[in-house]
């Protein structure tokens, strides 16, 4: 198993431009999450998805856009870049979050600079 | 939104030292996770609770859920240097966790 994927490892995008951070998981995860990690901060929740299909605003959503059409996969999208929005990205994923095997295992980041 | 008070915020240890960080919220949780994240890597799971009151131990570390399920707290004993990294607390909601600011451990060899 592979794990939770995640490309690109580094990205640097002028203000304005878009771009997709795609994240994949061979582990037949249903749930799905986008974290952005500032530095010297914890892990803020962006979007998250429990299943193929469905998708929910996290706590800081503004300024990215989600989709879930396999298990498989949870691309996330910035459309219009802007310097607020360098960080780190994290993907994650895990089997069930209620109770017992809540684990969410997560990817290597994606580390993206917007000038 | 829901927030995890983490403490302290930072660690600067010798190796060998015992160290205790502990997360507390104003909300009731189903479970607490202690993650640790090396430089440069996803967070990693370390130990998970599940029940008020539960104390569980995973090697040199040791985990409480607290009996009023609005904190926890972790102990890693005897330091060594590859304990260095962020560790962070998450409760966990229906669909979510919520994850504390994170405590940065540094151990002098």
């Known amino acids: 198993n592979a794990g939770v994927t995640q490309t690109p490892k580094f990205r640097i995008l002028k203000i304005g431009q878009s771009m997709t951070l795609q994240c994949a998981q061979d582990m037949n995860h249903n749930y799905m999450y986008w974290y952005r990690q500032d530095p010297g901060m914890g892990l803020k929740l962006i979007y998250y998805?429990?299943?193929?299909?469905?998708?929910d605003k996290g706590e800081v959503p503004n300024g990215y856009n989600v989709s879930r059409s396999t298990t498989e996969d949870f691309p996330l999208r910035l459309e219009l870049a802007a310097p607020s929005q360098t960080s780190v990205y994290f993907c994650a994923s895990s089997y069930f979050t209620g109770g017992a095997n809540n684990e969410q295992f997560f990817g290597p980041g994606t580390r993206l600079t917007v000038l | 939104g829901q927030q995890l008070n983490q403490s302290p915020q930072s660690m600067f240890i010798q190796e060998g030292e015992d160290v205790s960080m502990n997360c507390t919220s104003s909300?009731?949780?189903?479970?607490w996770l202690w993650y640790k994240q090396d430089p440069g890597e996803g967070p990693v799971l370390l130990i998970a609770?599940?029940?008020?009151?539960e104390l569980t131990s995973n090697g040199r570390l040791t985990a409480q859920f607290g009996i009023t399920r609005k904190d926890s707290f972790l102990n890693i004993s005897a330091s060594i240097p590859s304990d260095v990294g962020i560790y962070f607390c998450a409760g966990t909601t229906t669909n979510k966790h919520i994850f504390g600011t994170g405590t940065l451990l540094a151990v002098q060899p």
């Open positions: 909300s009731i949780f189903n479970t």
């Open positions: 998805s429990v299943g193929a299909g469905i998708t």
């Open positions: 609770l599940y029940k008020a009151g």
